[in-house]
């Protein structure tokens, strides 16, 4: 799988680059069940470090699109076509979904006041984008081996809306199956362009927990 990111995988257009300076932004990417809102949320606990989470602005994000510059982001999704997509569809469309979301998360860093760093943690954050518009800022990503991601992907507070969305399936056990076999290497490719970008990933496991890795995220992020 092969996208360029810094161009819309569905329309071309380039990405647009944000117009007011940026804070001093400290990223923690990656996959699924990687400890980046757990561990994020309590880093900036203990620092007093502002935290801007990717997640929590979703909503608002889909209130702003625009159908002609986010067709992702503005599209109506019937879940049991999408569910059946193909592995490479599914990839596309998530590239596109990083794409729209990226451009409003810089917007919205654009916005906040530019004295001390922000903890900015999310799974939308692509590798090239950090690398292209904030190429002095620390990143970190943080992942989960196959089994600690299968174990932990559902019921979790970014993950509990899918459960709708599967019900209208026709068999929504096999339907989560199906997900989490497209997901995977979703979760792989990310890893494999962070490391190419040259940024150090982490990775969670079912006999480990993110708070062994505190004290790395602290330094490589120089929190």
């Not at 602005?57 to 059946?84: C, G, M, T």
């Not at 004295?115 to 590798?127: D, L, N, S």
Request: proline content about 7%.
């Amino acid at each position: 799988m092969h996208v360029d990111s810094l161009k819309h995988p569905l329309t071309g257009r380039p990405f647009t680059l944000p117009v007011r300076p940026l804070p001093d932004i400290r990223w923690i990417a990656g996959g699924s069940c990687g400890g980046k809102t757990v561990s994020s949320r309590h880093i900036s606990k203990t620092t007093g470090i502002p935290l801007y989470g990717c997640d929590e602005n979703r909503q608002l994000h889909y209130e702003r699109a625009d159908p002609e510059l986010h067709p992702v982001l503005s599209r109506k999704i019937v879940w049991a076509d999408f569910f059946a997509s193909t592995e490479e569809e599914i990839f596309i469309f998530w590239e596109a979904l990083c794409f729209e979301r990226m451009e409003m998360i810089f917007e919205d860093l654009s916005l906040l006041p530019l004295k001390g760093p922000v903890i900015v943690e999310g799974v939308y954050a692509v590798p090239e984008m950090i690398r292209t518009v904030t190429p002095d800022a620390p990143a970190l990503f943080l992942f989960a081996d196959e089994e600690f991601l299968r174990s932990c992907y559902y019921g979790r507070e970014s993950t509990i809306w899918m459960e709708d969305a599967f019900a209208v399936c026709d068999n929504p056990e096999k339907t989560k199956e199906e997900w989490m076999r497209k997901w995977l290497p979703i979760d792989a490719d990310r890893r494999k362009r962070a490391l190419a970008c040259g940024y150090s990933c982490l990775e969670a496991k079912s006999t480990t927990g993110w708070k062994i890795y505190e004290k790395s995220i602290q330094r490589i992020l120089s929190l």
